[in-house]
Each structure stands twice: as structure tokens, then as C-alpha cells.
């Protein structure tokens, strides 16, 4: 529970009641079995936040495959730091959007309100698949753009950084993502009502959720039409049959048609061909940048440097625009995916931080339209530094307990001011109890810490 709301706010709070789905369609719209009749509306204003509406159902579908993967000899391996990075980065890449309307809807809107020269009617089933269709054909080419521009593929990377392929993966979303991907759906704004665009691209995104697992083998004569788990498989593989392969949202009648589908056959080695090997969010996000602007500048001739943005990740001078897929590191099969020893105690301390914090992110999502503009910024604020801390433990960096202490300090002055509160008010207590021992935990940490600098350096 979140504080800020006022009184003058009630038919505000009214509108979000009126958005919330039923469990059923909670479920439903993850498999993009939503029908037009229950998700058709005729203003943007009245499109429910599917995505932020689904957090209960990722975590959800997250602890099922987890379990299911625990029962299989051979299950899905999922690691506490890869875990917690992929939902951080998730958490990250929706964090703006409390500021402000997302890139891609409001460059619709614009595109919409200034050079549409058809309007179909929104109400319309006609509109509604069209509509699906051009969402998931606009993703597709998005989709390979952002794999053959090396300046798309700085975010894009984002989502293929893990060595493991899982549901929780499916969340390890870019920022800078929409900056771009926009582009790729305003053709369709010159027709189709924004309230039904503003649908169909939550739908397809969430329909990507249950496709990124291991435990999902094959659907038969699906595998035809829509894009499945084996498939996207493949896409996360480096694996040089897998490279730049299956680009599809919903529909892999795209990459037949385009060429650009694979089939899974070797065993799937996932991740990027060069391992990144931190689990900082920050670095995860934002790690390619520098060293893009690193290549530009090093090219020689301005042909090269444009050519550094413009061309494939893998493009060197002398190559094709997509680089060499002899250029890759050869793939054995026995790669192991970076996963540092840390200790069991240490394990359970960061998960129960970030389920904490999960708590607190899932009630700013559902209720930012109820809450003063000051207590989402400073929320928002409380999120990216324990984000941040959270990824300095699990890569055990030298600074990590400093930022602990200061994070661990941040939370009770937020419980005690009522900002943040349990789930139950019978967890009030423990909680507190909880993140005091946190702090002076991490405050005798910082002390030895710096005694034991002072040692070395006298």
C-alpha cells in the first residue's frame, strides 16, 4: 500500500476500479484470447493497463515453472542473480512510463491527430484484427531491425543478456527501447483509432510472457501458425543456427515469409555471442552504449563510423552489413553461464529484499493515477536505488554494503512516514524489525570495511 492519495481524487480511483480485469481475463489476454467485444473502447483514456495489470500473473506463472522445473530431472535451471536481474530490468523498463505516456502511444497519437486520413470505426471487429495484424507485422520488422541496426541493438540486447531461458527472462526488458520502436507502428496510426492500437500493443508484448521457457516441447500443427516456445528458442540462441533467426510477436507466418525462419534442432545455447557478466542493472542497460560510441570513434573515415551505427552488430570493415557468422565464437555445448559463488544466507537476504520491494513496485504501477506527484517521484526514487543495491550485492562489489546501509535507512523513514506499508498489517512489525537489523548489520559492515582499508594502507 502506497500513500498519497487525496479526497478530489475519487472518480480518478473510480476509473481505475472500472480498468481492473477479471481473473479470467487476466489469464486470457497472456495468450492473446482476448475477444474485440471485451476489449474494444473508444477512448485511450479508457484502455486498461494490461501490462502493469499482469504482474500477479507473471509471478504467478514464474513460481508454477519453478516448481514444475524442480519436479523434471530436466527442468529449467534458474538462478537467484539472474532471477532477480531479468525482473529488474522489467521493473526499470516501466518505471518512465509513471512520468509520462509511453514513447510508442504517444507517437501514434500525435501521428493520429495530425496526417490520419482514415478513420475505421473503433467498435468495429474489422478494426480489431487489422489491427492485430498490423501490431504484430510492425513488431516483426521492429523486431529485425533491432537486430541488424547496431543502434537499435544496444536495447535490444538488453532482453537477450541472459544465459538462461526462462519465463522470468521473458520480463528482462530495455528502457530505450521504445525510442525507436515507434517508428515501426505509424503506418497504422493514419487509420486505426489509438484506443485500439493502444490494446493490441499491450496484448502482443504480454503474449511473449509464456512463450520463454524450456518446459513448453512442441504444439504440433501451432507451430505452423504462431510463434511458440521452441521457436523463440531458437532467437535466443547463439548457436550459429540461431543467429538473427525468428523475429515473431504472435504470428510466425512473418519469419516464413520473409525468410527468417529456423527451426530448433541443436541444443540451445542462450545469451549473447560475448557474455556481459554483471548482474548490476545498470550496467545490463546501459553497458553497450560506451562501447558503441567507443567503436564509433575508432573507425576510421566517416563511411566506417556511419557504418558502425547503420550495419549489423557484427560488422567490421571488409564484411557483410551483418557481419560473418564465422566471426562468432564457436559453440561446444558445454558453455556454463557466468554465475559467481555467493553465499546461501546472502541468497535469501536479497530475495527477501526484492519481494519486498516487488510489493511496493506493484502498488505504485496499479495506483500512480491516486497518488501526489511527489510521492511517485520519490517511489520511484526508493525503487532505482534499491535496484541498484541489489545488483551491487549480487555481484559483490567492494561499495555494495555503503549502498545497502543507505538503502536499509531510505526504508524506514518511508515505513515510518507511511509511504510504504506491509501487505498485511500484522507483517508491520516483523518488517521493521527486519530492516533495523538490516542496518546495523550493514553499518558494521561499512566500519569494517574501512578499518580494514585504513590496515592496508598504514
Given at each position: 500500500m502506497l500513500r498519497g492519495a487525496s479526497a478530489s481524487q475519487t472518480n480518478t480511483m473510480a476509473q481505475v476500479e472500472a480498468n481492473n480485469v477479471t481473473v479470467s481475463q487476466g489469464f486470457r489476454m497472456l495468450f492473446s484470447l482476448m475477444t474485440p467485444e471485451e476489449s474494444s473502447f473508444a477512448t485511450v483514456e479508457e484502455v486498461p493497463k494490461y501490462v502493469n495489470q499482469a504482474t500477479p500473473y507473471f509471478i504467478g506463472l514464474i513460481l508454477l515453472e519453478i516448481v514444475l522445473g524442480c519436479l523434471k530431472t530436466d527442468g529449467p535451471h534458474i538462478k537467484i542473480n539472474d532471477f532477480i536481474t531479468s525482473l529488474s530490468a522489467g521493473m526499470m523498463s516501466r518505471l518512465p512510463q509513471l512520468m509520462m505516456r509511453s514513447v510508442e502511444l504517444s507517437a501514434y497519437i500525435y501521428i493520429w491527430d495530425n496526417f490520419h486520413f482514415l478513420e475505421l470505426p473503433w467498435d468495429s471487429a474489422w478494426t480489431w484484427w487489422l489491427a492485430f495484424l498490423g501490431v504484430d507485422m510492425g513488431y516483426y520488422w521492429f523486431h529485425r531491425f533491432a537486430h541488424e541496426l547496431n543502434i537499435l541493438w544496444a536495447g535490444h540486447q538488453v532482453h537477450h543478456s541472459s544465459e538462461y531461458y526462462n519465463l522470468s527472462t521473458a520480463l528482462r526488458q530495455s528502457v530505450t527501447q521504445q525510442l525507436s520502436s515507434w517508428i515501426f507502428y505509424s503506418p497504422l496510426a493514419l487509420m486505426i483509432p489509438p484506443s485500439v492500437f493502444a490494446v493490441h500493443i499491450q496484448f502482443n508484448l504480454l503474449y511473449q510472457f509464456w512463450i520463454h521457457t524450456e518446459l513448453v516441447k512442441d504444439l504440433g500443427p501451432l507451430e505452423w501458425i504462431l510463434n511458440t516456445p521452441s521457436h523463440h528458442r531458437v532467437h535466443h540462441g547463439r548457436n550459429p543456427y540461431c543467429i538473427d533467426k525468428n523475429y515473431a510477436g504472435i504470428l510466425i507466418i512473418w519469419d516464413r515469409m520473409f525468410g527468417t525462419f529456423a527451426p530448433e534442432s541443436d541444443k540451445v545455447i542462450y545469451g549473447l555471442t560475448h557474455p556481459i557478466g554483471t548482474f548490476e542493472i545498470w550496467s545490463v542497460e546501459f553497458l553497450y552504449y560506451p562501447y558503441l560510441w567507443q567503436r564509433f570513434w575508432e573507425a576510421e573515415g566517416i563511411s566506417n563510423k556511419l557504418s558502425v551505427i547503420w550495419k549489423g552488430p557484427g560488422w567490421t570493415p571488409g564484411k557483410p552489413r551483418l557481419g560473418d557468422i564465422?566471426?562468432?565464437?564457436?559453440?561446444?555445448?558445454?558453455?556454463?553461464?557466468?554465475?559467481?559463488?555467493?553465499?546461501?544466507?546472502?541468497?535469501?537476504?536479497?530475495?527477501?529484499?526484492?519481494?519486498?520491494?516487488?510489493?511496493?513496485?506493484?502498488?505504485?504501477?496499479?495506483?500512480?493515477?491516486?497518488?501526489?506527484?511527489?510521492?511517485?517521484?520519490?517511489?520511484?526514487?526508493?525503487?532505482?536505488?534499491?535496484?541498484?543495491?541489489?545488483?551491487?550485492?549480487?555481484?559483490?562489489?567492494?561499495?555494495?554494503?555503503?549502498?545497502?546501509?543507505?538503502?536499509?535507512?531510505?526504508?524506514?523513514?518511508?515505513?515510518?512516514?507511511?509511504?510504504?506499508?506491509?501487505?498485511?498489517?500484522?507483517?508491520?512489525?516483523?518488517?521493521?524489525?527486519?530492516?533495523?537489523?538490516?542496518?546495523?548489520?550493514?553499518?558494521?559492515?561499512?566500519?569494517?570495511?574501512?578499518?580494514?582499508?585504513?590496515?592496508?594502507?598504514n
Open positions: 564465422a566471426d562468432i565464437p564457436q559453440i561446444t555445448g558445454e558453455e556454463k553461464p557466468h554465475d559467481p559463488a555467493w553465499s546461501p544466507v546472502m541468497q535469501a537476504y536479497v530475495m527477501l529484499q526484492f519481494f519486498l520491494l516487488l510489493d511496493v513496485y506493484n502498488s505504485l504501477l496499479l495506483d500512480q493515477t491516486i497518488l501526489s506527484e511527489l510521492t511517485v517521484i520519490l517511489l520511484t526514487a526508493y525503487v532505482l536505488l534499491s535496484l541498484t543495491s541489489l545488483g551491487f550485492l549480487i555481484d559483490q562489489r567492494s561499495n555494495a554494503a555503503e549502498l545497502e546501509m543507505l538503502r536499509c535507512v531510505l526504508i524506514m523513514l518511508l515505513h515510518r512516514f507511511g509511504y510504504i506499508k506491509p501487505l498485511l498489517p500484522a507483517l508491520a512489525f516483523p518488517m521493521e524489525a527486519f530492516v533495523l537489523i538490516s542496518t546495523i548489520y550493514w553499518s558494521l559492515q561499512c566500519v569494517k570495511q574501512r578499518t580494514d582499508k585504513m590496515k592496508k594502507q
